[in-house]
């Protein structure tokens, strides 16, 4: 059976090039373009691993959605990768680690991102 992928981002450009390279390598993927839809899909799915970008709604939305989702009993194991401009599009001078409380992410993953890295990322989290 194949493995399921939730993408929640509101770049549908982005949106449509992660699908279309995740279905390509034979994951089922679903998507939603913010964080509350997101997260019913996330239940409604069962992912195996749900990739979440921050800025949408809001320009935190995504921080708020990886605490909501780790709150969520049949989801708190459920790896989410965090794929994300912020610290570009707000010109941080810090990057974001992933933390149990704060941010309880696998992994953050810089946009733009090549292929291949968000390929293994997704392989590495669906072991």
């Known amino acids: 059976m194949a493995k399921k992928v939730l993408v929640i981002d509101d770049d549908s450009d982005f949106v449509e090039s992660i699908v279309n390279l995740l279905e390509a390598r034979g994951y089922a ?3 939603a373009s913010n964080g509350k839809e997101g997260v019913q899909t996330a239940k409604a ?17 995504g921080f708020n959605i990886a605490r909501e989702l780790h709150g969520i009993e049949e989801l708190k194991n459920t790896p989410v990768i965090m794929v994300t401009g912020v610290r570009k599009e707000m010109n941080l001078p810090f990057g974001f680690e992933p933390d149990e409380t704060w941010l309880p992410v696998k992994q953050i993953l810089e946009k733009p991102i090549k292929p291949e890295v968000l390929l293994n990322a997704v392989a590495d989290a669906v072991k």
């Open 29 to 31: 993927v679903a998507s």
């Open 45 to 61: 799915e069962n992912p195996d691993v749900i990739l979440l970008d921050v800025m949408m709604t809001t320009k935190d939305e």
